[in-house]
């Protein structure tokens, strides 16, 4: 059985940083490219960071700078460092894990709220 456990989400001021974490159980976890998303209330599902199983990373411009995902393979957990808080950060953040062989999967989601 598959599982992926975020954590992490709280109450930030504006400016503040918050370190997510995923940990993952019933994959192979190195196998996988691990991402983040967030959604917003009323708004569509969007990627902020990926990490393939080399360690290379990719962000949109939005988050470019101000966040910073890393894996660790030993622990079966992604991590989404996240500096620099914005108001419009606030969202549901999402981790997800894909290899081409089974599939994507999802966690549950971790609430991120950043207060002006």
């Known amino acids: 059985q598959v599982q992926l456990v975020e954590s992490g989400g709280e109450l930030v001021q504006a400016g503040g940083s918050l370190r997510l974490s995923c940990a993952a159980s019933g994959i192979v976890f190195s196998e996988y490219t691990l991402s983040w998303y967030h959604q917003a209330p009323g708004k569509q599902r969007e990627l902020v960071a990926s990490i393939g199983r080399g360690g290379t990373a990719d962000y949109p411009d939005s988050v470019k700078g101000r966040f910073t995902i890393s894996r660790d393979n030993a622990k079966n957990t992604v991590y989404l460092q996240m500096n620099n808080l914005k108001p419009e950060d606030t969202a549901v953040y999402y981790c997800?894990?894909?290899?081409?062989?089974?599939?994507?999967?999802w966690g549950q989601g971790t609430q991120v709220t950043v207060s002006s």
């Open positions: 997800k894990a894909t290899y081409w062989r089974s599939g994507s999967y």
